[in-house]
């Protein structure tokens, strides 16, 4: 609302300044430019986001709320809008009324989009905290995702591209097989052309981690790359990388979350289309796995497969140049001089 108004913004504090003076909160400045009356219509945003979206999609506007708009009264705001909230959980668990495993999962789920911006429950807004169990619950069901597979299928699968695999697919294979059996937490790297059989050794890799009960977590650079992948998820999904990088971020995990019990987990993680992500990213999943696994090693010992066409796409900079564009690849990365 604030862009259509205020001409020319340069930086979020221009859409807060109304006739010279910086208005404290993104709902004050619209308030004094009229196009809000007051609070309820603040209480109406959530209303209309539960009528046309669901849970989680509600429970984003709910903490997009709290983050940039609210000042003060948080706790009344949940209290408010906690039915709503809880609404699509209800359904998905077969119940008429919001017990704690379903308020647990609501502010689980704000938990995570809090984080994401560096806040917390109760700390930040004074909201309560998920019950030990259901965090516990949650956790479980997660690593149930990443490790519940079908062996038998997995197997067969593995049989039937076993036999395709050319030459130098086996090598790279065998050299990821290796480190993942003796823990040795290779990073490895596969540059080729487009169609000559990345993502198909990527997923023999993770077919063949999985069906020894190991965990393989499988992320690329894109929604789309990722649905090709056996489990595939977005890195920044998967890692909680934030959006806004620079040299020394880390990702949004805290130490008793569920990524943080699966990182610790985890043997072996592949990164598709890596050609395409800031550098930035991966080296602040590297810090935060090293926190988490209490390993100095590359990404805290788990081995990495990164796959990726530097003839295709690369990172976007804006107005950058070629040594801009360069210097924020991957492959600039100080982390391969560390290996
Ligand atoms: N050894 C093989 N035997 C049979 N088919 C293969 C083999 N390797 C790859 N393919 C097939 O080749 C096609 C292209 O492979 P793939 O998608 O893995 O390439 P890619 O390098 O990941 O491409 P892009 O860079 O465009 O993502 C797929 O249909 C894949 O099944």
């Not at 008429?96 to 917390?120: A, C, Q, Y």
């Not at 086996?170 to 003796?182: L, N, Q």
Request: aromatic share 8%; net charge negative; proline share 3%.
């Amino acid at each position: 609302m604030l862009l259509y108004r205020v001409p020319g913004p340069t930086c979020f504090q221009d859409l807060r300044r109304v006739g010279g003076r910086v208005m404290e909160t993104y709902l004050a400045a619209c308030i004094a430019y009229g196009i809000v009356d007051n609070d309820q219509e603040v209480d109406s945003v959530i209303e209309e986001a539960a009528n046309i979206a669901f849970g989680p999609a509600v429970c984003e506007v709910f903490a997009n709320m709290l983050i940039f708009i609210l000042r003060g009264n948080h706790v009344q705001f949940w209290e408010r809008h906690k039915y709503v909230l809880c609404e699509d959980f209800m359904r998905a668990a077969g119940v008429n009324e919001p017990n704690g495993r379903i308020v647990s999962e609501v502010l689980l789920e704000l938990r995570d989009k809090f984080e994401r911006h560096g806040f917390s429950l109760s700390k930040s807004f004074g909201l309560p905290e998920p019950e030990p169990v259901h965090i516990q619950s949650r956790i479980s069901r997660v690593i149930e995702h990443e490790t519940g597979h079908n062996i038998g299928e997995l197997e067969a699968h593995i049989a039937q591209t076993e036999c395709l695999l050319n030459d130098e697919q086996r090598v790279v294979i065998d050299k990821v097989m290796t480190s993942v059996e003796h823990g040795h937490g290779c990073m490895v790297a596969i540059d080729a052309s487009g169609g000559t059989g990345k993502t198909f050794i990527l997923s023999h890799i993770l077919n063949r981690v999985r069906a020894k009960g190991k965990v393989a977590l499988s992320t690329a650079a894109s929604g789309i790359a990722a649905t090709l992948l056996p489990k595939g998820v977005t890195f920044h999904s998967r890692t909680k990388c934030p959006l806004i990088l620079t040299d020394e971020s880390t990702c949004t995990i805290s130490e008793n979350d569920t990524t943080a019990a699966l990182i610790r987990m985890t043997s072996i993680m592949v990164v598709d289309e890596v050609s395409m992500m800031d550098r930035r990213a991966l080296e602040a999943a590297d810090r935060t796995f090293q926190w988490l696994r209490g390993s100095e090693e590359p990404f805290g010992g788990i081995t990495m497969v990164f796959s990726g066409d530097w003839r295709q796409i690369l990172t976007v900079v804006p107005h950058g140049s070629h040594i801009d564009i360069v210097g924020r690849c991957f492959k600039s990365s100080y982390l391969w001089k560390k290996k």
